[in-house]
Structure formats: structure tokens, C-alpha cells
């Protein structure tokens, strides 16, 4: 298992943690050192003033006495010469003018500071003489802090990259061909709304694969009839040379050209999100047209659609041609305008479809239960009138007339 990602989120975090703690610490100890030197000036200056040098020597070691009990320490004070001046509590080592500042020995903690008059003062104190925390780190502190933030996001930045990682398997999977791979999409962060989006995009794909190999597999079929036909066409016309035979090789012909044109439109709408053509187009002149080709009554008035003519009309010769095939004449053709609604009708006085198949006619070659395959099914007619359909965003549907027959209903949007 590759946890990369993990190790980069995480050391970026604890990086980050360790750059802040130590910022921090950098800040404190100059802060520090700031509020110590302010301190020690404050303090050599309050301690001068309450211990004048031309005191009298026994007021001198009254208030020596006095400043000690009230800081519960030793204290002695020394000349600038090192003699001792004044002295409360216990005494100090010989030679604890040796060195200023704050040093801890077995006898306790000892302050040596000197004054601005020259002379030095000794204290021995448990506590501290100044400002701080007892010589506590702040560094160490900041550490520790670090450190518990650290384990604390481990589980949380872990969570996060697990299910990145699953993602990721998901799609490695779903790429080597398990087109049935989804992946888990709980949640409502960035990383759920990537694993819908892959679910969304991996369930489209599919069904698209599902109908091509649907579509080539009914196409092969659908075509194996005319090209057997066609071949005993072409032995008999070889035989007799008739009329006959000959004009039945030319429908087989036109037959095998219609389909495979379906099939080519078929499959370009299927990989077009947009219409290469797009101009107005008068709904009731293309159906006059397709009308007079197929020999059917049109009725109506103008409606003007945007689309590719082209399309539009195979619509319309596609919904004509269904009629004559499936149902029973007459077959006419309806146009019709509605507010911003143009609305197109072909309608037969056939048998009419069966209420449980009236879904299914719109799948492509889709075979009615109990027909036989010389009857043969819907091809791809009534497919590609759905097609076209969604690409002028327009609405399919099949209507029952009230006395009979079947009539399929196409809903355009008006032309602006």
C-alpha cells in the first residue's frame, strides 16, 4: 500500500507545528530577555533607594534585616571594596562575590547583583528574585505541545488519505477493465464529492459501453437477414436474369444502406454533446416534405424551431416510416403550435403499441414479445427519434387515440 500521500500531509503538518514552536520559542526567550533586563534594572534601583549608602550603619542594618524577612531570605550587602556592610540570616560562601547573577548550590538558590553606587547585594532565597517560571523552558513546553497536536492529527490526516487511497484503488480497478467498480462516496467534503462525481462518470460510461455492444450486436444480427436475401437475389438473378431479381437486389441494398446509415447517425449522436448546425427551421414545411416523399396527409400551421434541418426531418421520415412498418393506414402528420411550444404528431390507425411495451419501442432493434424475426423489431427508427429529440431539447412520447391506432407526440421548444 503506497501511503505517500499520508506521509506528505502528515510531515507537512508536524513541520509546521515544529516551524510555530519553535517561532514561538524564539519569541519568548527575546520577550524574556527583554522583561528580565527591565526587571533587574527595577529591582537594583528599588533596592538602592531603600538602602541608601549614607545611612547610619545601625538604621543600614535595620532595614537590611526588614527586606530580608520580608523576602524570607539571606541577605548581605557588600562595599564596593568587598568589605561586608550589613548582613540578615545565615552567611554566605567566601567567595560568593565571585560571580553575578543566579547560581543554585546545595545550600539553596543564590542571587549576586551589583548596584549602580558599586556596592553588591547577596540574597539566598528558595523562590525566585525576579520575573519568570522558575527556570521552566518554554521551548519544552512548546514540545510537548507540539507533540500532542501531532498525535491528535495522526488519526484525523490518516482517515483523510485512507479514503483517498480507496479512491484511488477504485479507479486503478475500474481503469483495468471492472467497469462495475464504484467506490464509497459517504460524506460531504471534497473527497465524497470526487467519489460521486467518479461513480456519476463510471455508471455513464458503462451504459454507454452496454449500448454499443447491444448496438453492435443487434446490428449484426439485424443485417445478417438482408445480406442472406440478397445473396439468393444475386444466385437467382445470375440463373434467370429476371426483373424480378434484380429489383429485389436493389431493395436489399437500399435496405443494408439504410441501416448502416442508422448506425453511423446512431453512434455520432452518441458522442456529440452539440448540434454542428443550428439555424430556424419551419416544423410544418419539413413535415409537408416528408409527407409528400411518403404519400401521407399533413396538417397544420407554421411553428418555427432552431435545430439542423437535416436531423429534423429524419425525425419526422423515421416517425412516418414506424407507422407505415407497425401500424395501419391512414397515417397523417400533425403540426401545431402551442405558446412556445411547437408540437409535431404522427399518428397510424393501427393495432397501437401494448401498454407494457410502450418504453421499450425506443430501445434500439427492440423485438416485441412474440414476434417473429421475419416480422422483424423496431431497429433503429424510433432510437433515433429519441436521439434527435434530446439533441433539439425537445420531448418523445406515445399517445393513445381515443378511437384507436398509435399516435407518437414530439414537443420543440419555439424558436426565439
Not at 349 to 378: I, N
Request: hydrophobic share 45%; with cysteine.
Amino acid at each position: 500500500m503506497r501511503r505517500t500521500l499520508f506521509l506528505k500531509v502528515y510531515l507537512t503538518l508536524i513541520a509546521s507545528l515544529a516551524l510555530v514552536a519553535a517561532s514561538s520559542a524564539l519569541f519568548v526567550h527575546f520577550n524574556s530577555g527583554e522583561a528580565e533586563t527591565s526587571w533587574r534594572e527595577r529591582r537594583e534601583r528599588v533596592v538602592a533607594a531603600l538602602l541608601p549608602a549614607d545611612a547610619d550603619p545601625a538604621a543600614f542594618q535595620a532595614t537590611v534585616g526588614r527586606l530580608a524577612e520580608a523576602l524570607d531570605a539571606d541577605l548581605s550587602v557588600y562595599s564596593a571594596d568587598r568589605r561586608l556592610l550589613a548582613s540578615a540570616g545565615a552567611p554566605f560562601p567566601a567567595d560568593v562575590l565571585s560571580r553575578r547573577g543566579r547560581r543554585d548550590g546545595p545550600d539553596g538558590r543564590i542571587f549576586v547583583f551589583r548596584l549602580s553606587d558599586g556596592r553588591t547585594v547577596a540574597a539566598r532565597m528558595d523562590r525566585p528574585f525576579g520575573p519568570g517560571g522558575g527556570g521552566r523552558n518554554p521551548l519544552a513546553w512548546l514540545a510537548m505541545i507540539a507533540a500532542v497536536i501531532g498525535l491528535a492529527a495522526y488519526p484525523v490526516v490518516r482517515h483523510l488519505t485512507r479514503r483517498l487511497e480507496r479512491l484511488r484503488r477504485g479507479v486503478d480497478a475500474w481503469g483495468g477493465g471492472a467497469l462495475a467498480t464504484r467506490v464509497a462516496d459517504d460524506g460531504h467534503d471534497e473527497v465524497a464529492a470526487v467519489a460521486r462525481s467518479f461513480n456519476k462518470a463510471a455508471d455513464h460510461i458503462e451504459r454507454l459501453l452496454a449500448a454499443h455492444r447491444s448496438l453492435l450486436a443487434n446490428a449484426s444480427h439485424e443485417l445478417r437477414s438482408p445480406l442472406a436475401r440478397l445473396r439468393m437475389a444475386i444466385d437467382l438473378f445470375e440463373q434467370s436474369g429476371s426483373a424480378a431479381s434484380r429489383d429485389e437486389i436493389l431493395r436489399n441494398l437500399g435496405e443494408l444502406d439504410t441501416l448502416v446509415e442508422e448506425i453511423l447517425l446512431a453512434s455520432r449522436l452518441d458522442h456529440v454533446e452539440k448540434l454542428d448546425l443550428v439555424e430556424p427551421v419551419d416544423l410544418l414545411a419539413v413535415a409537408a416534405e416528408e409527407g409528400a416523399r411518403a404519400a401521407v396527409e399533413v396538417t397544420g400551421a407554421p411553428a418555427m424551431v432552431s435545430g439542423d434541418p437535416r436531423l429534423i426531418a429524419r425525425l419526422v421520415r423515421n416517425l412516418v416510416q414506424n407507422a407505415q412498418r407497425h401500424g395501419a393506414p391512414p397515417v397523417s402528420i400533425d403540426v401545431a403550435q402551442e405558446g412556445n411550444v411547437a408540437r409535431l404528431a404522427v399518428r397510424d390507425h393501427g393495432q397501437g403499441v401494448p401498454e407494457a411495451e410502450r418504453d421499450r419501442v425506443f430501445e434500439p432493434f427492440y423485438r416485441p414479445s412474440g414476434r417473429s424475426e421475419t416480422a422483424g423489431g423496431w431497429g433503429l427508427g424510433l432510437s433515433l427519434v429519441r436521439q434527435i429529440a434530446r439533441h433539439h431539447g425537445a420531448s418523445l412520447r406515445y399517445e393513445t387515440p381515443a378511437d384507436g391506432g398509435a399516435c407518437f407526440v414530439v414537443e420543440f421548444p419555439t424558436a426565439q
